[in-house]
């Protein structure tokens, strides 16, 4: 079963400290932390732990890479 993230819960996988990064994209949660780009919870201005559904639209391969992230749960509406 998928775990549901609050946003709360979700800013304590931001990647750092050995902590896992993990972001949310409409409402879906993505496990990053094995993606070279986001090592240390950063890339490119964002940072892990945190809603992206609004920055992913301004990146340049918008939401092309998602389907390559494994899924690790859902964020609370």
């Known amino acids: 079963m998928a775990?549901?993230?609050t946003l709360d819960?979700?800013?304590?996988f931001d990647g750092q400290n050995g902590?896992?990064?993990y972001v949310a994209v409409d409402g879906v949660v993505y496990d990053v932390s094995n993606v070279?780009?986001?090592a240390?919870?950063?890339?490119?201005g964002n940072t892990a732990g945190n809603d992206l559904s609004e920055a992913i639209t301004?990146?340049?391969h918008l939401k092309t890479v998602l389907?390559?992230?494994p899924?690790?749960?859902?964020?609370a509406k």
């Open 3 to 5: 775990k549901t993230f």
């Open 9 to 12: 819960e979700l800013k304590q």
């Open 19 to 21: 902590h896992p990064a």
């Open 36 to 38: 070279g780009p986001w």
């Open 40 to 44: 240390g919870g950063k890339h490119h």
């Open 58 to 60: 301004h990146a340049p």
């Open 67 to 69: 389907p390559k992230l």
């Open 71 to 75: 899924v690790v749960g859902e964020l």
